[in-house]
């Protein structure tokens, strides 16, 4: 009789409704017991859901992995929107430490995905789509910057990019490995700020 209530609620729930309640039992799950340990079967259980619902929106756990990436991502964009060209030094410091307390406050689950987008090759594929959006933005704040005055004239914006997402990326690593007793914030204003110094007017 469960099993046919189940259906049948499921039956007469909207797509997205349901969508969202198996996502939300999923992150939860994951924050509980971790992304690997956590189960389809565990997920279904909390989300009050038959097994094929969860497959029928999510073909794996990773696609719910997926899912939590594009959202995080979303939320950081914004952040640089913010990036201020009158002041790229310091607006570039407030994105480090606006980027950090989502990572913490996403605690165990971000570390997770960081480790997934360096493990599994379908999330890694999806970072570096992620990475080239990010690399289009920094470039088009650095050209900002160089019109407000704020940067020198002359600076070649591709390499300056690319030196600014090795700084970035090497700045996570950093973190990654110790992010209870380090500053992401830190670790990437401490690398600014050799930059900086070639590239400020």
């Not at 999923?26 to 690997?36: P, S, T």
């Amino acid at each position: 009789m469960t099993t046919v209530m189940t259906v049948v609620t499921n039956r007469s729930r909207p797509g997205a409704e349901l969508r969202a309640a198996i996502y939300a039992a999923a992150i939860a799950m994951f924050r509980k017991r971790g992304y690997g340990a956590a189960s389809v079967n565990e997920i279904v259980a909390a989300a009050g859901v038959a097994k094929g619902t969860f497959f029928n929106f999510f073909p794996t756990k990773a696609h719910v992995l997926k899912a939590y990436y594009a959202e995080i991502d979303v939320e950081i964009a914004r952040l640089r929107k913010k990036l201020d060209p009158d002041d790229p030094a310091g607006s570039l410091e407030r994105y480090a430490r606006g980027v950090e307390r989502i990572l913490r406050r996403e605690g165990g689950l971000m570390l997770d995905l960081l480790q997934a987008t360096m493990s599994d090759p379908a999330m890694r594929a999806m970072d570096e789509d992620s990475g080239s959006i990010d690399a289009d933005e920094f470039a088009d704040f650095l050209r900002r910057a160089i019109t407000a005055e704020t940067l020198r004239a002359d600076i070649d914006v591709n390499a300056a990019t690319a030196a600014l997402m090795d700084l970035w990326a090497g700045a996570v690593r950093a973190w990654m490995a110790n992010p209870e007793d380090s500053s992401l914030a830190k670790l990437f204003g401490g690398r600014l700020k050799l930059l900086f110094e070639g590239i400020s007017t």
